[in-house]
């Protein structure tokens, strides 16, 4: 699912639509694509980068099967 980004007051951080390894930050209502640090995807739940490891195989982003 692609955010729709309307509030131009809104500085949050969305997964990306096809890539563990990034996510999208929108700023006043323009998203930019973000890359975590080499090895780490990011984790929606803790709206931060991670260790695929480290995450529940629940969520889309797990290195877990």
Avoid at 16 to 41: F, I, R, S, W
Avoid at 57 to 65: A, D, G, I, N, T
């Amino acid at each position: 699912m692609i955010p729709v980004f309307t509030d131009e007051n809104e500085h949050l951080r969305y997964p990306h639509p096809t890539d563990c390894t990034k996510y999208m930050q929108c700023v006043t209502g323009v998203p930019y694509e973000q890359n975590c640090a080499q090895g780490l995807v990011y984790q929606a739940s803790l709206d931060a980068c991670n260790y695929c490891w480290d995450i529940s195989k629940e969520e889309p982003c797990s290195c877990r099967e």
